[in-house]
């Protein structure tokens, strides 16, 4: 899998090297590139930035150096297929850029699945108050184009999104994590959120483990932490339930 990023601080992703992902990258699983928006400019300042049409307050990212960015990640890609991870992607073979932005379709659990089996992914991190809409609107005449945000809150910037979304589908994808198993019971991979855990020494504190799990009965210690999830989910996410759950 092939992960192209444009940001202004090519070194915020120095992060990717580290951990998990590290191991991917070393070993081929995920190739991650990061492209300096700013080596598009031709001013001797090197100006990603300009006043907004219409007024307001704050700059709007030019859409040069991202048309031009963006054109080189793309044309250098087609020269060089990515292999696509196992599993039914997409089924569209043009590449996958995303943007994240505070007004996107939120990214959950399914869009990094989803993004697990994406061949090629391209991200585009803005700043500012954001980027030349022309941009998003060019770039959907030769590649997918996806504007997501993290949540209902408000960032600097897309590189933090970015991140995130890059830890949550690079675990999915096969090869990443070394026990495939410990992908399955977590918070919402199933839906709902993970039960707790416990672990050694058996009293702490004056707190003991719950009885159930050193029963060594995995019957009733599955049923255990089931019933654990829907309290913990009807407790803290409702809207998460299943209906016929609630
Ligand atoms: N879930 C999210 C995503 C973002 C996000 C993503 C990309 C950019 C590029 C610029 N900004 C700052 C900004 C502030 C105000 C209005 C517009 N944009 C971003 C913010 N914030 N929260």
Redesign the pocket.
């Known amino acids: 899998m092939r992960v192209d990023i444009v940001t202004i601080f090519p070194e915020f992703f120095q992060v990717l090297d580290v951990s998990l992902l590290g191991k991917a990258r070393q070993d081929g699983i995920i190739d991650v590139r990061v492209h300096d928006l700013r080596d598009a400019t031709t001013d001797r300042h090197r100006t990603v930035d300009d006043t907004p049409y219409g007024g307001g307050a704050?700059m709007v990212?030019k859409p040069e150096p991202w048309g031009q960015t963006i054109d080189a990640i793309l044309d250098d890609a087609a020269g060089q297929p990515a292999v696509p991870a196992e599993g039914s992607g997409s089924g569209d073979a043009r590449p996958l850029v995303v943007?994240?932005?505070?007004?996107?379709t939120v990214f959950t659990q399914a869009t990094a699945r989803r993004y697990a089996l994406e061949p090629h992914i391209v991200f585009g991190?803005?700043?500012?108050?954001?980027?030349d809409q022309r941009v998003f609107d060019d770039t959907a005449e030769r590649a997918r184009v996806e504007l997501?945000?993290?949540?209902?809150?408000?960032?600097?910037?897309?590189e933090v999104?970015v991140t995130a979304m890059i830890e949550a589908f690079g675990r999915l994808v096969p090869g990443v994590v070394g026990n495939p198993e410990s992908l399955v019971e977590e918070s919402h991979e199933d839906g709902l959120l993970e039960y707790p855990s416990y672990t050694k020494p058996a009293l702490w504190r004056g707190r003991e483990v719950p009885d159930v799990l050193l029963s060594g009965h995995h019957a009733k210690i599955a049923a255990w932490r089931h019933e654990q999830q829907i309290e913990r989910t009807r407790r803290v996410r409702p809207e998460l339930l299943p209906p016929e759950l609630r």
């Not at 943007?99 to 996107?104: K, L, N």
Request: charged fraction near 10%.
């Open positions: 704050g990212m943007f994240p932005s505070p007004a996107g991190c803005g700043r500012y108050e954001g980027i997501v945000s993290l949540g209902d809150y408000v960032l600097n910037g897309g999104a």
